[in-house]
C-alpha cells in the first residue's frame, strides 16, 4: 500500500461488502426533514462551505439526498425498535453562526483531559480552536490536520476515503453528518509508523451553542503495519442546553494495521447525542475499541466494523452508566468475511433512576469466513425497580467450521455479596458501591492504554462515591 503521505491516488478499498445489511423499514419518520432544508440551504450559503472543493459538495448533497429519503427513524424501523428518536427528530435545531465566539477556556477543560504529552485538537461548538488545541502535522511519518485544511490543500487520500464507509443509504444520522459536516479531524499514518503518543480530539459544547447541532467528522486512514490510538471526547459545559452532536468517525485499516480508537462521551444531561463509527480492516490488522457513555438526555453509538482480511481481529468494548431519565443504546455490528478472523465483545451497563439501556449487537459471518472465532456478551446491572433494559445479541452464520458465542445478563447486585461485606463492619451503602463499581471495573480492566483506563476507572469509581 503507497505511504499515506505521499497523497495516494489508488483507488479506496471497496467497502460495499459492509452494505449487505438489509435496508431499514421503508416506515419513515419525515417529523422535522423540511426544518432542515432551509438549514442545508443556509449552510451552503456560509464562505467556509460554499469556498470548499466540489467534490465534498456533491457528497454533502448526495448526503441530504439520502436523508431526505430515509427520514429520521421510528420505533418500526428494527435497529430503533426500544430507542425512540422522536425528542431529537421533533426539536428543532439551529446552526451556529459561522466565526461565532465562545466562553470556553483552557482551564475549563482540564477535567476533560488525559495525562501525557499528546496532541489535542479542540473543536468548540463545531469550530476548531486553534488556541485551545496543542498538535503539529506529524514527522513524516504520519500526519494530523483539521479535516477542513486537509480538504483545502487538496490531500487526495481525504477525497479518495470520506464517506466510503459512512453508510447514508441506510442510516439517516450518518447521512446527515455527512450532509451537515464542516469540519473534524483527519489522521493518517504512513507504512511500519508507530505513533507513539495518542491523539486526542476534544468535541465540546458550551452555552453559546445551547439548541444547535454539530457534525463532527473523522477520518483515520492506518497504512499497513503502522499503529495510532485515537481518542474522542464528546463533552458539553454547563449551558449546553439542547446542544445535539451527530458524529461520524470511518477508520481504515491496512493490512497489519493497529488502530486503538477510544469514545468518551460525558455531555450534559440536557443534550444529545449520536455517533457512528464505520471500520474497514485487511488481512492481519486488530481493531480495539472502547465505548464510555455516561452523559446527554438520549445517546446513541453505532459500531460496524468489516474484517475483510485473513486473520484481522477487532475488540469491541464498553461501559455505560446512566440515571435519572436518561436513554443510552449501543448498536454494534461485527462482520467477518474473511477465514480465520477472530472479534471479542463485552459491554456493561449499570442503570438506576428511571433511565433505559439499549444493546444490540450482532455477528454476522459470510459462508467464506472459515475458522472464524467470535465472543460476544451484554451484562447489565440495575439498581432500581423503574430502570429499564433491553438487550438482543445475535448471531448470523453462513460458514459451518466457526466457534461463536453469545449472551445476555440482567440482574442486581448479589445478596450473598451485600450480605459478606456488611458482616465485616461495612455499611450498607459503601458494600452497594464497591460492588457496583467493581462490576464496571471489570470491562475497565479490558482497556490497554494506562492513562485512559485510570482516568475512566477514575471516574467510574467518584459516581459510585458520592
Same mark, same amino acid.
Given at each position: 500500500?503507497?505511504?499515506?503521505?505521499?497523497?495516494?491516488?489508488?483507488?479506496?478499498?471497496?467497502?460495499?461488502?459492509?452494505?449487505?445489511?438489509?435496508?431499514?423499514?421503508?416506515?419513515?419518520?419525515?417529523?422535522?426533514?423540511?426544518?432542515?432544508?432551509?438549514?442545508?440551504?443556509?449552510?451552503?450559503?456560509?464562505?467556509?462551505?460554499? %469556498?470548499?472543493?466540489?467534490?465534498?459538495?456533491?457528497?454533502?448533497?448526495?448526503?441530504?439526498?439520502?436523508?431526505?429519503?430515509?427520514?429520521?427513524?421510528?420505533?418500526?424501523?428494527?435497529?430503533?425498535?426500544?430507542?425512540?428518536?422522536?425528542?431529537?427528530?421533533?426539536?428543532?435545531?439551529?446552526?451556529?453562526?459561522?466565526?461565532?465566539?465562545?466562553?470556553?477556556?483552557?482551564?475549563?477543560?482540564?477535567?476533560?483531559?488525559?495525562?501525557?504529552?499528546?496532541?489535542?485538537?479542540?473543536?468548540?461548538?463545531?469550530?476548531?480552536?486553534?488556541?485551545?488545541?496543542?498538535?503539529?502535522?506529524?514527522?513524516?511519518?504520519?500526519?494530523?490536520?483539521?479535516?477542513?485544511?486537509?480538504? $483545502?490543500?487538496?490531500?487526495?487520500?481525504?477525497?479518495?476515503?470520506?464517506?466510503?464507509?459512512?453508510?447514508?443509504? /441506510? @442510516?439517516?444520522?450518518? $447521512?446527515?453528518?455527512?450532509?451537515?459536516?464542516?469540519?473534524?479531524?483527519?489522521?493518517?499514518? %504512513?507504512?511500519?509508523?508507530?505513533?507513539?503518543?495518542?491523539?486526542?480530539?476534544?468535541?465540546?459544547?458550551?452555552?453559546?451553542?445551547?439548541?444547535?447541532?454539530?457534525?463532527?467528522?473523522?477520518? /483515520?486512514?492506518?497504512?499497513?503495519? %503502522?499503529?495510532?490510538?485515537?481518542?474522542?471526547?464528546?463533552?458539553?459545559?454547563?449551558?449546553?442546553?439542547?446542544?445535539? %452532536?451527530?458524529?461520524?468517525?470511518?477508520?481504515?485499516?491496512?493490512?497489519?494495521?493497529?488502530?486503538?480508537?477510544?469514545?468518551?462521551?460525558?455531555?450534559?444531561?440536557?443534550?444529545?447525542?449520536?455517533?457512528?463509527?464505520?471500520?474497514?480492516?485487511?488481512?492481519?490488522?486488530?481493531?480495539?475499541?472502547?465505548?464510555?457513555?455516561?452523559?446527554?438526555?438520549?445517546?446513541?453509538?453505532?459500531?460496524?466494523?468489516?474484517?475483510?482480511?485473513?486473520?484481522?481481529?477487532?475488540?469491541?468494548?464498553?461501559?455505560?452508566?446512566?440515571?435519572?431519565?436518561?436513554?443510552?443504546?449501543?448498536?454494534?455490528?461485527?462482520?467477518?468475511?474473511?477465514? @480465520?478472523?477472530?472479534?471479542?465483545? /463485552?459491554?456493561?451497563?449499570?442503570?438506576?433512576?428511571?433511565?433505559?439501556?439499549?444493546?444490540?449487537?450482532?455477528?454476522?459471518?459470510?459462508?467464506?469466513?472459515?475458522?472464524?472465532?467470535?465472543?460476544?456478551?451484554?451484562? @447489565?446491572?440495575?439498581?432500581?425497580?423503574?430502570?429499564?433494559?433491553?438487550?438482543?445479541?445475535?448471531?448470523? /452464520?453462513?460458514?459451518?467450521?466457526?466457534?461463536?458465542?453469545?449472551?445476555?445478563?440482567?440482574?442486581?447486585?448479589?445478596?450473598?455479596?451485600?450480605?459478606?461485606?456488611?458482616?465485616?463492619?461495612?455499611?450498607?451503602?459503601?458494600?452497594?458501591?464497591?460492588?457496583?463499581?467493581?462490576?464496571? $471495573?471489570?470491562?475497565?480492566?479490558?482497556?490497554?492504554?494506562?492513562?485512559?483506563?485510570?482516568?475512566?476507572?477514575?471516574?467510574?469509581?467518584?459516581?459510585? $462515591?458520592?
Amino acid at each position: 500500500m503507497t505511504n499515506v503521505l505521499d497523497q495516494v491516488t489508488k483507488k479506496a478499498e471497496s467497502s460495499d461488502v459492509g452494505h449487505s445489511r438489509e435496508p431499514v423499514n421503508a416506515a419513515k419518520g419525515h417529523t422535522m426533514v423540511e426544518a432542515y432544508k432551509e438549514l442545508y440551504s443556509n449552510l451552503k450559503l456560509q464562505s467556509g462551505v460554499a %469556498s470548499q472543493p466540489a467534490w465534498l459538495n456533491d457528497l454533502r448533497d448526495k448526503g441530504f439526498a439520502k436523508f431526505e429519503e430515509l427520514g429520521f427513524p421510528t420505533k418500526r424501523n428494527e435497529d430503533w425498535h426500544f430507542t425512540n428518536s422522536a425528542p431529537i427528530a421533533t426539536k428543532k435545531f439551529d446552526l451556529r453562526a459561522e466565526g461565532a465566539s465562545h466562553s470556553v477556556t483552557k482551564e475549563a477543560l482540564e477535567p476533560f483531559l488525559f495525562e501525557g504529552d499528546w496532541a489535542t485538537i479542540v473543536f468548540v461548538n463545531g469550530e476548531f480552536d486553534k488556541d485551545l488545541s496543542n498538535f503539529h502535522r506529524g514527522n513524516g511519518r504520519f500526519f494530523i490536520s483539521t479535516l477542513k485544511e486537509a480538504t $483545502a490543500n487538496d490531500i487526495r487520500l481525504v477525497e479518495q476515503k470520506l464517506g466510503g464507509l459512512g453508510q447514508i443509504d /441506510i @442510516n439517516a444520522f450518518a $447521512a446527515l453528518n455527512t450532509a451537515f459536516m464542516q469540519d473534524g479531524v483527519f489522521v493518517g499514518v %504512513s507504512p511500519n509508523a508507530v505513533v507513539d503518543q495518542p491523539v486526542h480530539i476534544l468535541y465540546v459544547g458550551d452555552s453559546t451553542g445551547a439548541n444547535t447541532f454539530v457534525s463532527p467528522r473523522t477520518l /483515520i486512514v492506518a497504512d499497513h503495519h %503502522s499503529e495510532v490510538t485515537v481518542v474522542e471526547s464528546f463533552v458539553s459545559l454547563n449551558g449546553a442546553e439542547g446542544y445535539f %452532536s451527530n458524529a461520524v468517525t470511518e477508520v481504515y485499516l491496512a493490512p497489519g494495521a493497529q488502530v486503538k480508537h477510544y469514545k468518551v462521551q460525558r455531555q450534559t444531561e440536557d443534550s444529545f447525542h449520536v455517533g457512528s463509527s464505520f471500520v474497514y480492516q485487511k488481512g492481519d490488522s486488530n481493531y480495539e475499541s472502547f465505548s464510555y457513555a455516561v452523559g446527554s438526555s438520549l445517546s446513541r453509538t453505532n459500531v460496524d466494523t468489516i474484517l475483510d482480511g485473513d486473520g484481522a481481529h477487532a475488540t469491541l468494548n464498553g461501559l455505560y452508566m446512566v440515571d435519572g431519565d436518561q436513554v443510552v443504546d449501543h448498536q454494534t455490528r461485527i462482520e467477518h468475511v474473511a477465514p @480465520n478472523c477472530t472479534s471479542h465483545e /463485552i459491554y456493561k451497563g449499570i442503570l438506576d433512576g428511571s433511565s433505559q439501556g439499549v444493546f444490540n449487537g450482532k455477528v454476522y459471518v459470510h459462508p467464506e469466513a472459515q475458522k472464524t472465532d467470535g465472543k460476544q456478551s451484554n451484562n @447489565n446491572l440495575i439498581l432500581s425497580d423503574n430502570a429499564e433494559v433491553n438487550t438482543k445479541p445475535q448471531l448470523e /452464520i453462513f460458514a459451518d467450521d466457526v466457534r461463536c458465542t453469545h449472551g445476555a445478563t440482567i440482574g442486581r447486585l448479589d445478596e450473598n455479596s451485600l450480605f459478606y461485606l456488611k458482616s465485616r463492619g461495612v455499611s450498607a451503602v459503601t458494600a452497594r458501591k464497591l460492588l457496583t463499581y467493581a462490576f464496571a $471495573a471489570e470491562v475497565l480492566e479490558e482497556m490497554t492504554i494506562e492513562p485512559i483506563k485510570l482516568k475512566l476507572e477514575e471516574l467510574a469509581f467518584s459516581r459510585f $462515591a458520592e
